[in-house]
């Protein structure tokens, strides 16, 4: 019964893996196709590889600049939310005051609004500010959604940790401010980490404020730009691909080497911790 | 002498304002003033284009609009409609998934890692792939259909009011069923492999042991998956404006694509904003719904 | 002093407590009996309700932690990992803002009285139970505190090992003369080394007194049973046959019992639980309605499972208790 069993979640897990990865290979090896096999019968296996699409990205369309737009606003937004996020988590993990359980739930709720519905006065506000088409203008909307998200799960890092290594901190004659800083942030390194790879990783894709804040090329941000590629009437397929492959580099690269601990910081996120 | 031993208790509550009131700023900044000022955009008639028009208020008027204008509520029912098909199918898989993953002995670090990047990659680039693997013409997905004469030679998914869904929900389902995955697995794990074997003792079998066991215990992380894919799904915009733009036609057009459309495109504030503020009631309502009738044990003690 | 918590869970009922300066006083009780709350009460990491905390002539009460200058060993020593051990020993003082010589010194010398000098390089995860808590100990006594908090320090320890660290608590405490509150749930650690032991149930003091007072003067049932193992016997004072008001209660240790053809009390052999040097039995009496009575008896040859035996409850060795309220009778 056993090896039935394990064989057919075996052979589910192939397929499951098959599913999960084909169009992430797809994609690459699609955008090493020239342009005029892309459109014929496609061949599971390229037969001529070439790496045209991606010179054309760079050179005629200097996909550099979203990249250069998505590193920046993504950096920032990291550094602000962040020490931002963690100050808050401490105070919801360990001290006692009025209002922390609806200020608790607040956080929760604000990280589900659906963004379209603060787009509208936001946009005005930008426009007024004369904000729009300007990082600042990414960035504070990126916090604002990013932060929740890294209070939430901050809190549960936080909770985690012993609170005797802060008692004791304070019977060694540290206020709870020395203690937050000497003892307990050192430790919270590994959940602070977490955090700002999830920041990263949102703004890296965000789209919805990207498209509406921007308004051209020089502002645009990964995810707009190879969205808006496309002609009216036709799309540069081999650019669009080679594009996104770009994309995923960054995000692929961070799952790779810090799998464990985006899977621990989804999980507290979302679990009561 | 009370009033004395509440003095470090004050002293707490004072840091705690502190270093509660930036995070808490940029809330209110951020989202929760914004959010009154759209509902109370809603309220005006701004037409971007029309500024001579100024920016009466109107009253109930956008929403009135709203509701005898048909593309409202087709997005409307699209919406709802996607989210009602997908987040199932979602959680189905996703079950499945973790399950894999579970009871996987080997290669498991391997589909943990499969199922990572597509949740991890820009929903925009999950949606463009998806695209192109579903073209018409070069489509991986459409070729061999069409050798296979199971459609016609002319077929193109996208022109299609019906087909047009299908290459939505598949890019969205690929790319959302690995979370839904990892949070089961986790709740998969705090399952103490003791009471399987305490069943598998009492003589109940893996069938048996999965609608016994491993069901009722997994029934948190399940309320919350759900909750938060259904949510997710009813914000629906980037698949949709990517792979379809809402076309052919507005037959793929969820709510929050016919806002986007409204505000950015017609540059209509007032009824733009109208429509943003239906997609934040409609989360809303369900939001509410499912933690007042599943979620009040998962809420209620975290305070 | 009294602490109720926010939940209304009251932890702390009424506890009026004094130390003297340079006293060893042991708070023990079952878990839950809010010994640890009350330690934590006075190190300030808890505010009391009501009531008032003073320390030395100073009432602290309102006082944070930080500013209370005492120290304390936790359960769980709380080491602070990302520091090596040196570090852990000089941060109250670098904290104080020592002078550098002055904390390198005096870490030095605790950690040459604690036999720690090869250990400060390491961080607290290189080290053994027994290292940690020396550790754990050595950062309590570099600050020169008015007094020490230790919260069941040895809890952690296998048994051999906590011999061993209690008898070198009992020397370092008779060395340095300081104060010292120290909170445990085993009996006999208090009995070992309390100058005076606390007695605690349900957030109250049942009796404070020197460990020997305690064990041989009772304050009333809870207390006789706690102190002292195995624990005492409790029977109807008729039984024991001795004039006492109506439903007083008799209790008598199991060392007390004497068993041999004297004996007015007839008892049928339930148990016998071997321990070396000596044997305990569990005693079934022929009166209905007595829980076994135990009794400790010398080594050798033990009587035979369901043997007739005679025993003796020796009036001057009975305590003797109200049955109502449960407090000691003359």
Excluded at chain 2, 12 to 25: C, D, G, S
Excluded at chain 3, 69 to 90: G, K, T
Aim: glycine share 8%; charged share 15%; proline share 7%.
């Amino acid at each position: 019964m056993r090896s039935v069993g394990s064989k057919v979640t075996g052979v589910a897990g192939a397929a499951l893996l098959t599913l999960l990865l084909f169009p992430i290979y797809w994609m690459i090896a699609s955008s090493l196709t020239p342009e005029s096999r892309l459109f014929q019968s496609p061949p599971l296996l390229p037969s001529t590889l070439s790496l045209d699409h991606y010179r054309a990205l760079f050179d005629e369309r200097d996909f550099l600049i979203p990249i250069r737009n998505s590193l920046v606003v993504a950096a920032t937004t990291t550094m602000v939310a962040l020490p931002v996020a963690a100050l808050c988590a401490y105070a919801l993990a360990r001290l006692r005051f009025r209002g922390r359980g609806v200020l608790l739930a607040l956080i929760l709720a604000v990280s589900m609004f659906p963004q379209i519905s603060i787009v509208p006065p936001l946009y005005l506000i930008l426009r007024e500010l004369r904000l729009l088409d300007t990082y600042p203008g990414l960035v504070l909307p990126y916090v604002t959604f990013s932060a929740p998200l890294a209070v939430w799960l901050l809190t549960a890092f936080f909770r985690q940790l012993s609170p005797e290594l802060e008692e004791a901190a304070m019977l060694d004659g540290a206020s709870r401010l020395r203690a937050l800083w000497d003892v307990v942030l050192p430790l919270a390194v590994p959940g602070v980490a977490t955090a700002a790879i999830l920041t990263f990783l949102y703004c890296w894709n965000e789209f919805l404020f990207a498209l509406s804040f921007t308004l051209g090329p020089e502002r645009y941000t990964v995810p707009v730009a190879v969205t808006l590629f496309r002609g009216r009437y036709q799309v540069p397929w081999g650019q669009v691909l080679a594009a996104t492959v770009v994309a995923t580099v960054p995000v692929a690269l961070l799952v790779l080497t810090c799998q464990r601990r985006i899977v621990a910081g989804l999980t507290a996120g979302a679990s009561k911790g | 002498m009370s009033g004395q031993a509440t003095a470090i208790e004050r002293e707490e509550r004072r840091l705690a304002r502190w270093l509660v009131a930036p995070a808490l700023v940029f809330i209110l900044l951020g989202s929760l003033v914004p959010i009154a000022a759209t509902a109370w955009e809603a309220l005006h008639g701004h037409d971007l284009r029309l500024p001579w028009l100024g920016r009466p208020f109107v009253g109930l008027a956008n929403f009135v609009e709203a509701i005898g204008d048909p593309r409202f509520t087709s997005a409307l029912l699209h919406t709802v409609g996607f989210a009602a098909i997908t987040v199932p199918l979602e959680l189905g898989l996703g079950l499945a998934l973790a399950l894999i993953m579970h009871t996987a002995r080997r290669g498991r670090a391997l589909i943990r890692l499969a199922a990572l990047l597509p949740w991890a990659i820009p929903t925009v680039v999950a949606a463009l792939v998806w695209r192109f693997m579903f073209d018409a013409q070069a489509g991986i997905i459409t070729a061999p259909l069409r050798t296979l004469a199971l459609v016609g030679e002319s077929f193109d998914w996208f022109v299609h009011p019906l087909a047009a869904w299908v290459p939505i929900g598949a890019a969205d389902i690929w790319k959302t069923t690995p979370f839904v995955a990892i949070l089961l697995l986790a709740g998969l794990q705090t399952i103490d492999p003791a009471l399987h074997e305490a069943a598998q003792m009492d003589g109940a079998g893996a069938v048996r042991r999965f609608g016994t066991i491993t069901l009722p215990l997994l029934r948190p992380a399940l309320v919350v998956a759900a909750a938060f894919r259904m949510l997710d799904a009813l914000r629906l915009f980037d698949v949709a404006y990517v792979m379809t733009g809402g076309g052919p036609g507005t037959a793929t057009e969820p709510l929050s694509l016919y806002a986007f459309i409204a505000l950015m495109q017609r540059l209509r504030f007032g009824y733009g904003s109208a429509l943003s503020v239906t997609v934040f009631l409609l989360t809303f309502a369900f939001a509410l719904i499912w933690v007042r009738t599943l979620g009040r044990s998962l809420v209620g003690d975290r305070t | 002093m009294a602490k109720t918590y926010p939940n209304g869970h009251r932890a702390i009922r009424h506890v009026d407590l004094a130390i003297d300066e340079g006293e060893f006083v042991v708070l023990v009780g079952p878990s839950g009996c809010g010994k640890s709350t009350l330690l934590r009460l006075i190190a300030g990491l808890e505010t009391p309700t009501s009531g008032r905390i003073v320390i030395g002539d100073a009432d602290a009460t309102g006082l944070p932690p930080q500013a209370r200058d005492l120290a304390m060993v936790f359960q769980s020593y709380a080491l602070y990992p990302h520091m090596s051990v040196r570090d852990n020993l000089a941060y109250g003082l670098k904290v104080r803002r020592l002078d550098q010589a002055v904390v390198a010194q005096r870490v030095a010398d605790v950690a040459a009285a604690l036999d720690i000098s090869a250990l400060l390089q390491r961080r607290p995860a290189q080290l053994s139970g027994g290292q940690r808590q020396r550790v754990a100990l050595g950062r309590a006594m570099v600050r020169q505190p008015k007094a020490f908090l230790l919260d069941e320090p040895l809890s952690n320890l296998d048994p051999a090992l906590r011999a061993q660290a209690r008898a070198e608590l009992r020397r370092l405490h008779r060395r340095l003369g300081v104060t010292v509150v120290y909170v445990t749930h085993d009996q006999e650690e208090a009995m070992t080394l309390g100058g005076r032991i606390a007695v605690m149930r349900d957030g109250a003091i049942e009796q404070v007194a020197p460990p020997l007072d305690v064990y041989a003067r009772p304050a009333n049932v809870f207390v006789a049973g706690f102190i002292g193992a195995p624990a005492m016997n409790f029977v109807p004072a008729t039984l024991a046959g001795i004039d006492a008001p109506a439903g007083a209660v008799a209790g008598i240790r199991p060392q007390d019992v004497v068993l041999g053809a004297s004996g007015q009390l007839q008892a049928v052999v339930d148990l016998v639980e071997p321990r070396g040097h000596d044997h305990l039995l569990h005693l079934r009496l022929d009166a209905s309605g007595v829980p076994p009575l135990l009794a400790v008896v010398a080594g050798g040859a033990p009587p035979a499972l369901g043997a007739g035996v005679l025993l003796t409850l020796p009036r001057e060795r009975l305590h003797l208790f109200d049955g109502r309220t449960g407090t000691r009778l003359s």
